[in-house]
């Protein structure tokens, strides 16, 4: 009797043993990643975030379900069965009845302006953010180089809506890793600068640049108002100004931002390209940009994803060079406490090409943030 009881209550520990499992998160239309989704454990007050392909790892439990959250996609709930079953998680875009009437730039315009408003009064200075941040580029999906860094910013004041802020920026760490097979010196530049950047909402920061854009109301599920935008027809870019397109996500009832998504169209891509073709110094010929960020209930940036995607001028090997950077907030109402050095964040210069400091400490910190809510 004693064996019996003694073999069942290690059969029962044993499926009470947490287990740790990785599991990849996919559109089930285009079979891409869906990246930093929220992985809630429903019950409780636990969570993790997916990383920027979309992977999570969680200590899985006999009897816990998961909640897994994106903006734009249907939520899904799987029970521990479920989630231990070996194949990726497929996830569906939320069902988008497109409103046909084009409404006019002034109204879109206030409905977007009323959004920003009210993210914008959610902000309250000083706000302290530790920003993790990963830069990297790649040449035919080979990494040539790739920084990360840990970045602490105090936001001293917030501007007028969509005008940015001021603040001080500290580096707590970076980290560089050169690809050994290619030289230091292969990348010339980076277009992507380090930095915080809260109370930047696109829209407001330019009426000239906003009555050049037309644009188009969705309505979804009844919980989020989708306002998508892109150039006037009748824009004709010059120089350096040029227009994206994208999509503003909002909450119905509160009215505050989750997402902004911006792209370059077909037609502002040739037209940059032109340009290069035309300019002795300029090299890059881009194929692709891109932009994503999702936004706290707070107001404050969670997560920012930039793309660019370019062939250099003279290239006759039609080589694709695709440049990331990806970034991880997180934010306190007072200053955290850090026993690391920190030295000032040169804003004007890309990470890759600044000089590396870190502590033994600096990976774990960063894996620890980076993948963090």
Not at 124 to 146: G, I, S
Not at 190 to 197: A, K, Q, S
Not at 243 to 250: A, E, H, K
Request: proline share 4%.
């Amino acid at each position: 009797m004693k064996t019996t009881l003694l073999v069942l209550c290690v059969f029962l520990s044993f499926f009470s043993i947490a287990q740790p499992v990785s599991k990849k998160l996919v559109d089930r239309e285009t079979g891409s990643s869906v990246p930093f989704a929220n992985v809630s454990f429903v019950g409780n007050n636990g969570g993790i975030m997916a990383d920027e392909d979309g992977v999570f790892t969680v200590s899985a439990k006999v009897g816990q379900r998961y909640r897994i959250t994106q903006v734009g996609y249907c939520t899904i709930e799987l029970s521990y069965e479920q989630l231990m079953e070996p194949k990726e998680i497929l996830m569906d875009e939320v069902n988008i009845e497109i409103n046909p009437v084009i409404v006019s730039a002034d109204a879109a315009r206030r409905d977007i302006l009323r959004a920003i408003d009210s993210t914008y009064k959610l902000l309250k200075a000083p706000l302290f953010l530790t920003c993790y941040q990963q830069d990297r580029v790649e040449v035919n999906n080979q990494m040539v180089v790739e920084a990360k860094a840990i970045i602490a910013a105090k936001i001293i004041t917030i501007l007028s809506p969509s005008k940015g802020n001021s603040g001080s920026y500290k580096l707590e760490g970076l980290s560089v890793a050169h690809s050994p097979n290619f030289p230091v010196d292969t990348v010339s530049t980076f277009r992507f600068l380090p930095g915080v950047y809260v109370n930047s909402f696109l829209v407001g920061a330019s009426k000239k640049d906003d009555s050049n854009l037309v644009y188009s109301y969705l309505n979804v599920n009844d919980s989020i108002i989708v306002i998508s935008f892109r150039p006037k027809k009748s824009f004709i870019p010059s120089g350096h100004s040029i227009l994206t397109s994208g999509r503003f996500f909002i909450d119905k009832k509160s009215w505050r931002m989750l997402r902004i998504d911006t792209e370059l169209s077909n037609s502002m891509l040739s037209y940059m390209r032109e340009s290069v073709a035309n300019r002795k110094k300029a090299k890059e010929y881009y194929l692709d940009y891109s932009t994503s960020t999702t936004y706290s209930n707070l107001g404050i940036p969670v997560t920012a994803k930039r793309l660019m995607a370019y062939s250099l001028k003279g290239d006759s090997t039609n080589a694709r060079w695709v440049c990331t950077s990806y970034q991880v907030f997180s934010n306190s109402r007072e200053q955290p406490k850090t026993t690391s050095e920190k030295k000032k964040l040169n804003k004007y210069k890309a990470l890759i090409f600044q000089t590396a400091s870190t502590t033994p400490e600096f990976e774990f910190q960063f894996i620890k943030g980076f993948k963090a809510e």
